[in-house]
């Protein structure tokens, strides 16, 4: 299958366009850029950058992907946007490259990107995340798989999402929220484990009261964060989302919502 650009349409020499690659009218493709088979760019979408979209993506009317960082400290070479396979940019998102020379930001694969959201330089964003209108990352944020981010929500810089978590709406984040909980407001408060999320990705309901109790232990008891560590390692099964909830709070830097 060929590649398809509109005459009206511009793409610099040097691009690397895959099998079924379509750019429509008035898009702009960069001289660094590369284009994965079957990329489709709809129309009035800039790819700039040292940018690699990956096969099947799909991105919407004046999404602005792989621009030069926000960051005053940026002072040139060559920072990257990766994006992986068949994720969805929608209209007028923003997808920042890296801060410094070698740097990177990543989308994951089948994430969908929904309009006016941010991702800004040196994020690390897991595969089938989804941000919903307006949502906007900070810099050095990092989403987990699966995490599902309401519109209108800032996350603030060096933040951590962890997986299968949902924040609602025009929620504030400006410390680390657990996997599999369900986060809302500002102040950002964490209500329990995410049950929709979990049954929809298969958890067994074992798993789910185990992470039920997790979070008792870790929200509602009034341990410290370390006696509650001890108490999930000495009181709940060994099981690998129960480990991944309590390796995440214990490997947080800024600090868990609560």
């Known amino acids: 299958m060929g590649v398809s650009i509109h005459p009206l349409a511009v793409v610099q020499p040097g691009a690397v366009l895959g099998e079924g690659v379509s750019v429509g009218p008035f898009c702009t493709v960069g001289e660094h850029v590369r ?44 920072p990257r946007l990766v994006v992986g396979e068949n994720t969805v940019i929608r209209e ?17 694969s089948k994430c969908l990107i929904m309009a006016y959201c941010h991702v800004a330089h040196d994020c690390l964003v897991g595969d089938r995340v989804i ?15 699966d995490a599902i981010i309401g519109g209108l929500t800032g996350i603030h810089q060096f933040v951590r999402i962890g997986r299968m978590s949902i924040l609602g709406g025009a929620t504030k984040a400006v410390k680390d929220v657990p996997p599999y909980m369900t986060a ?50 000495a ?23 609560r």
């Not at 998102?93 to 989308?107: I, N, Q």
């Not at 809302?184 to 484990?193: A, E, I, R, S």
């Not at 990705?201 to 185990?210: D, K």
């Open 35 to 78: 284009l994965g088979d079957g990329v489709v760019l709809r129309s009035h979408v800039n790819v700039e950058g040292h940018t690699t979209l990956g096969s099947g993506c799909e991105v919407w009317p004046f999404a602005s992907v792989g621009g030069k960082t926000q960051d005053l400290k940026y002072k040139g070479g060559a």
């Open 92 to 108: 007028c998102a923003t997808l920042s490259c890296a801060t410094f020379d070698g740097g990177e930001t990543r989308v994951g």
């Open 131 to 145: 941000m919903a209108n307006a949502a906007t990352l900070a810099g050095h944020v990092v989403v987990e798989d």
């Open 184 to 233: 809302d407001g500002d102040p950002l408060k964490v209500y329990g484990p995410n049950k929709v999320g979990l049954e929809r990705h298969g958890v067994s309901p074992e798993t789910q009261q185990a992470l039920k109790q997790a979070y008792r232990i870790v929200f509602r008891s009034g341990l410290t964060t370390a006696q509650a560590l001890e108490r999930i390692a």
């Open 235 to 257: 009181d709940l099964p060994s099981l690998p989302e129960v480990q991944i909830f309590a390796d995440f709070i214990r490997s947080s830097e800024r600090g868990i919502a």
